[in-house]
């Protein structure tokens, strides 16, 4: 009988052994899953991640895009609105209240257009845009100065010639700074 007791001991030993073994690989199957599943997860995390990223970044180059645009239309109205604001000025057909009228209703307004395209570019753009957006304000600044010196008095002791000069040699220097900021502002906004 002792030889029963002792198979049957081996029995239940073996058994029990089999069963922890059993249960080693169903421990060492889950940690391989959730192992597996941490992995999955951690990647899933890290490419939401960058894909955010690279969406933020498309946004702030859209933003970009739109405030560039906006700053060359609104130097362009500007520059055409102090042109029609200089020829009123030296127009000795034109009347007081016309060059009034031409500067409140289409120079004042291209001006404030301008002022708020700059004011948006300056918020959004580089270090170095910021740069070249102080040499478009100044050259924009010199194109006013001429346009308006003394425009509701009209043309009387003002030399046209040399006034057109300076005013066209003025906007040529504004347009050159505008194309310079866009030159190097392509490459950042693309």
Not at 84 to 107: I, S, V
Not at 141 to 150: E, H, K, P, S
Not at 160 to 171: D, N, R, W
Request: proline letters at 2%; glycine letters at 8%; zero cysteines.
């Amino acid at each position: 009988m002792t030889q029963n007791q002792d198979t049957t001991g081996d029995g239940a030993g073996a058994r029990a052994r089999q069963q922890r073994g059993t249960t080693y690989a169903a421990l060492a199957g889950a940690l391989i899953g959730a192992l597996a599943g941490l992995t999955g997860s951690t990647l899933a995390y890290f490419e939401a991640k960058d894909t955010h990223r690279e969406e933020a970044g498309a946004r702030r180059a859209d933003i970009r895009r739109s405030a560039y645009v906006e700053l060359a239309a609104s130097t362009n109205r500007y520059v055409e609105q102090a042109t029609q604001l200089l020829t009123a000025r030296l127009d000795p057909a034109r009347t007081e209240e016309q060059r009034r009228r031409q500067f409140e209703d289409k120079y004042a307004p291209a001006n404030t257009d301008l002022a708020r395209a700059v004011t948006t570019v300056r918020l959004v753009t580089t270090p170095e845009g910021r740069r070249d957006l102080e040499e478009i304000e100044s050259r924009s600044t010199r194109v006013g100065q001429l346009a308006t010196d003394r425009y509701v008095e009209g043309p009387g002791g003002v030399d046209g010639e040399k006034t057109g000069a300076a005013f066209a040699e003025a906007v040529r220097q504004q347009l050159a700074a505008l194309q310079r900021f866009m030159d190097r502002a392509a490459d950042d906004a693309l």
